[in-house]
């Protein structure tokens, strides 16, 4: 039991510490020095880049989560017997993404400008942190006000984005060893060269003041490009219904979640892409016109089916929304709202027409990758030239419809142009590459038994349809499907 103490120690304690305090307190004050503008501004300067960094890193995580949207899209939009396929490709890409842009991606696209085409350092993020352990800012070709590390993995959720567009595409009937492949080359060399050209500071089309905020060409046109050739050079999936008519979907719950999620994730997409929260008022901008243009793009492509149907799809409605998406994410911070509402509008309509026309070139595209993306992706990239505000602009230059003339249009055409050209060269080397390989295509079993079972020995529903009723099937599906090599000459 403690015993208690005298009221004396008490008071000698009490005393002694105020002698001590009246003798050192003065020394303490004096040695606070006062607050000047100077230590002011370092403070609120600090204070602003963390603020900063947690807005990117939080808007990154959502550009992120748009993986599993693109995921449980995909797993909807196809057949049963290719869903394990997607799902793996879907994530598969984001571990062979990271590393590719770590090693050469970044540097490509954030390094220091070689004549405005490539970026030539910050391979491996080698120069970081600095000798004094210090976090530098920004990078080479960047000016953004946040540590390396934050803006290196905000752009590598941008480069999992563009590189996971090609596997809906290309769905059903790609080697995988050729899936991980292209997915690197992608994520080091080709997406990334784009990327340096508009968002890089030395990048040529920057220096003309190329608009694209958030992608809508650096992202989509890119992925989307990318998906049509390699499904031009793969050839139909078997056992496809004649041209003109889609697949069923195999599972519409999976898909509307997959569209959901991206909605969702475009949230980070855009207003992310600010890279800052000092103007308050774009990022208010940016969000208000991403989901306008998304609601018009679903009601326009709803009913516009609809008039053509007299059905109400789901599925052109969910696409809808993504096309309205695309379009406005390179003119989110560059428009009014009421013009992310006509954009939106002709996104719904164009992406409706896209897969008629992709159906009528015998490309098998089983979720509408290029008319969604590549078709979408051009034209909300042009929408700058026609629509821009003078106010918003980066030159100050107004589109053809307000009064601007043909200057921001024409540099807007002259960088669709430029970056479809590449893309489209690019892509035919590499998967013509792949295909010189056998690495395109899969396995000719594989069209008979189904990619799951052949690539994966698994089935995304055991319980209802088993790897087994795939393989009973073989002998049904050898008779009905044409040899591989004609596929691949459709």
Request: glycine content about 12%; some cysteine; hydrophobic content about 50%.
């Amino acid at each position: 039991m403690n015993k208690r103490i005298p009221p004396w120690h008490r008071l000698l304690a009490l005393a002694i510490a105020s002698m001590i305090f009246a003798v050192f307190a003065p020394t303490i004050v004096h040695a606070a020095d006062p607050p000047t503008v100077q230590s002011l501004f370092e403070t609120t300067t600090k204070l602003q880049i963390s603020i900063d960094t947690i807005w990117v890193l939080i808007t990154g995580f959502l550009i992120f989560f748009m993986q599993t949207g693109f995921a449980m899209l995909e797993a909807g939009l196809n057949r049963q017997r290719d869903v394990v396929n997607a799902l793996l490709e879907n994530f598969i890409n984001a571990a062979v993404t990271i590393l590719v842009w770590w090693g050469i991606g970044f540097g490509i696209a954030f390094g220091t400008s070689a004549g405005g085409l490539i970026g030539i350092d910050t391979f491996f993020l080698s120069q970081l942190p600095g000798t004094d352990g210090s976090y530098t800012l920004g990078a080479p070709g960047s000016t953004a006000a946040i540590n390396t590390y934050t803006l290196f993995f905000f752009q590598f959720a941008f480069t999992a984005t563009a590189t996971t567009i090609a596997t809906g595409s290309m769905a059903g009937r790609t080697d995988f060893f050729g899936d991980l492949i292209y997915s690197a080359i992608m994520g080091a060399i080709a997406y990334p060269i784009i990327v340096h050209w508009v968002w890089n500071s030395g990048g040529w089309l920057s220096k003309l003041s190329y608009h694209d905020f958030a992608g809508s060409s650096v992202v989509h046109t890119v992925g989307g490009l990318t998906a049509l050739v390699g499904a031009y050079l793969l050839g139909p999936r078997p056992d496809r219904p004649a041209w003109g008519t889609l697949p069923p979907a195999h599972n519409l719950g999976l898909a509307t979640l997959g569209t959901m999620i991206l909605w969702f994730g475009w949230y980070g997409f855009n207003p992310g892409s600010t890279l800052s929260t000092g103007n308050t008022g774009l990022i208010g901008l940016v969000t208000v016109n991403t989901t306008l243009s998304a609601g018009a793009a679903a009601l326009s492509a709803t009913i516009f089916q609809y008039t053509r149907t007299g059905k109400w799809d789901l599925v052109y409605s969910l696409n809808g929304s993504l096309a309205g998406l695309v379009a406005i994410t390179a003119p989110c911070a560059y428009v009014a709202p009421w013009a992310s509402v006509l954009i939106g509008l002709t996104g719904g309509i164009l992406v409706t027409l896209g897969v008629d026309l992709i159906e009528s070139l015998h490309i098998d595209d089983p979720v509408g990758a290029f008319a969604v993306h590549g078709i979408n992706g051009m034209m909300g990239t042009l929408s700058v030239g026609f629509l821009g505000q003078a106010e918003l602009t980066l030159n100050k230059k107004a589109g053809l419809f307000l009064g601007g003339g043909f200057d921001l249009l024409g540099i807007q055409t002259l960088g669709v142009v430029a970056i479809a050209v590449f893309t489209v060269g690019f892509s035919f080397l590499m998967f013509g590459g792949l295909k010189a390989l056998g690495h395109l295509r899969v396995n000719p079993e594989a069209d008979c038994i189904g990619i799951d079972a052949y690539e994966h020995g698994a089935s995304v529903w055991p319980d209802v349809y088993a790897i087994e009723q795939f393989i009973t099937e073989d002998g049904k599906n050898r008779t009905n499907t044409p040899e591989v090599g004609t596929l691949d000459s459709e």
